[in-house]
């Protein structure tokens, strides 16, 4: 699976034995945004990061639109619970974009924004997301993230390792 910065969604397969080492387009989607910046897979699901806030789920076998997550607190506001109402159509919320989002196996979808902040969602029972934690944690945008899982380093199992423009890698218990 690959998206565009404009949106445009591919699924792609190997090609039959005589076109032996192409690529060709199975499926396609365009997810109309101003902005995509990330995409993980499962086996369930594709998750997006796009401008704005939004992480869209989408069905990976039909590329069916599924649902969004809940969008990041808005820039300026101090809390998630006491946002403030806009005092004019110029004062409408602004969001971080989410720059890279991260699905476990294990029903935790992770997303990563420009204002240096990450959320972690349980979305086994989706449509019903469940937040376990978020965490402002680095001074400038989140590149990327991923979640190092069993015996594949000697770090502790879960362990959800991020990297952003402030020249620093964090890790995080991701079972907090």
């Known amino acids: 699976y690959i998206i565009t910065t404009d949106g445009h969604l591919y699924s792609l397969q190997m ?3 005589n076109n032996r080492g192409r690529l060709v387009v199975e499926k396609a989607m365009n997810m109309r945004t101003t902005g995509a910046y990330g995409i993980s ?5 594709l998750s997006i990061a796009f401008a704005d806030g939004i992480i869209r789920l989408i069905n990976r076998q039909t590329l069916e639109y599924i649902g969004a997550l809940p969008k990041p607190r808005a820039f300026g506001q101090e809390s998630e619970l006491h946002s403030p109402a806009p005092s004019s159509p110029e004062s409408e919320p602004q ?6 989002c991260y699905l476990s196996k294990e029903g935790n979808l992770f997303g990563a924004y420009s204002d240096g902040s990450f959320t972690s969602w349980n979305i086994s029972e989706f449509p019903k997301a469940r937040r376990n934690f978020a965490e402002f944690s680095h001074n400038q945008c989140i590149w990327d993230m991923k979640l190092i899982s069993g015996n594949q380093s000697n770090l502790p199992s879960n362990t959800l390792v991020t990297c952003s423009a402030d020249n620093t890698i964090r890790f995080w218990d991701s079972a907090m």
Not at 41 to 45: I, K, R, T
Not at 95 to 100: E, G, N, R, S, V
């Open 95 to 100: 969001y971080p974009d989410t720059i890279a």
């Open 41 to 45: 897979v499962n086996d369930q699901y």
């Open 15 to 17: 090609a039959t034995a």
